[in-house]
């Protein structure tokens, strides 16, 4: 049983399968009208982040305090990060106040497992730079198992920004193991460098990419992460990339569409197929919730933790 | 080698439901606000069977849930549960006279643990609770209302129910440890 949550690339297809399982049980808890359980009483989760985010950051909050921990929030911009506090020292001064568990967010590619290395308590990746996001990965498959019944077989098509997207990489990793077929597709600007070397389909036209697929999942265009030139204009990009209801015609007739958010409406994704009835962007958020309880469940349960 | 007893057959086990039923029904005066609620995973099916057998006694049908309670367990900390299920109780149980049903009480952290969770879902009239083994050992001051067949055991003994539902045979074994140990 893994110790920390960082990458889904090192992560069991049976821890994965287990983590999936116990969200979907968890997720009954969402819907009561006292939606606290005890389990995690006593036990305190910092969730430390050195990037925006309110989906993500909320998310982990409330799904530990729904099991009863409790909860700090620390944004780095706020913090004595910005008196020069080196990431580990930061750290270790959280951990000296006997917390049990670090869900932390960094620009940095790896910095997760740094710190992971460093303390000897549950570290989970809330998102390290172009690495990996595993927890949104997650419950990208289990939205997709709930509408697909299974996650076998399936054709996954990630269209977009994929060279800046730990989103798209967690998802390869996590869809792959379980037997699901994923295809990149994006302009080759906006490719991983070593996407060869990668367990994927690469597809340059948006049209073929989309072709006979089970599951479309747009991707944030991440300016704030582009160097220049990568792209001619977003009109450009939206008219040759940009997923809209002519796009899907080509998808199954049953696709379902995600998005992991926060959307540039209009750029990667259109208006209509974001509100759509095909769109399971909003379940996504929730079934985030789901994951993020199972995800601190395992991780803090047992004398491992204790 | 472990050696095993049987102590309860299908025969005897539906006489013991059976029974049970009749009991809750004299108890409760009828079958009017009762709500089954079964402890997962064995007091499930149990529930499911009263159920059946208080409708054929008395020509109403009571609802069953199941309650997982995983979550509210007090060991959590020294043996955190992979298997766990959904909670799916159909009925609002506020006002209702809900009965717990399991097939073992033992020291009674379970029962404690089914009863927060069961507040947790609404308030229910009263709780009254069912089992069809009682094999001793209280750890907490709880008792049940209804008992199958009371089971003087050891500590160290294992009582095991199989039932029809999840194992193909309806039998409750004590097994006694390996004497070498």
Partial sequence: MFTDLITLRETEPEDIRLLLDTAQSFKEILDRSVKKVPTLRGRQVVTLFYEASTRTRVSFENAAKIMSADTTSVAAATSSVQKGESLLDTVRNLRAMRIDCLVMRHPQSGSAHLVAQALDIPVVNAGDGMHEHPTQALLDMLTIRQHKGKLEALTVAIVGDIMHSRVARSNLWGLTKMGAKVRFVGPATLLPRDVQRLPVEVYTDLRRGLEGADVVMALRLQQERMERGLLPSLREYSQRWGINARALEVTKPDCIVMHPGPMNRGVEIADDVADGGRSVILEQVTNGVAVRMAVLYHLLGGEAAA | ?181
């Fill in chain 2, 1 to 181: 080698m472990p050696t095993e007893v049987k102590v309860m057959d299908a025969h005897e086990m539906r006489r013991a439901l059976t029974r049970i039923a009749h009991e809750i029904l004299e108890r409760n005066k009828g079958a009017e606000d009762l709500v089954l609620v079964g402890i997962l995973r064995r007091g499930a099916p149990l529930a499911h069977r009263l159920s059946r057998l208080i409708e054929q006694i008395e020509g109403t049908a009571v609802p069953v849930g199941e309650l997982d309670i995983t979550l509210y367990r007090d060991d959590y900390r020294t043996h955190a549960v992979s298997d766990i299920g959904a909670t799916n109780i159909p009925v609002d149980i506020t006002d209702k006279k809900v009965v717990l049903v399991d097939e073992v009480i033992y020291t009674g952290r379970t029962v404690r643990a089914a009863i927060t969770a069961l507040m947790d879902l609404g308030r229910p009239a009263c709780v009254q609770l069912a089992v069809l083994i009682d094999r001793g050992h209280r750890e907490l001051p709880i008792r049940p209302d209804y008992v199958g067949k009371n089971l003087p055991t050891a500590r160290q003994e294992f009582v095991e129910v199989k039932l029809q539902e999840l194992h193909g045979e309806d039998s409750v074994c004590i097994r006694k440890p390996d004497e070498e140990r």
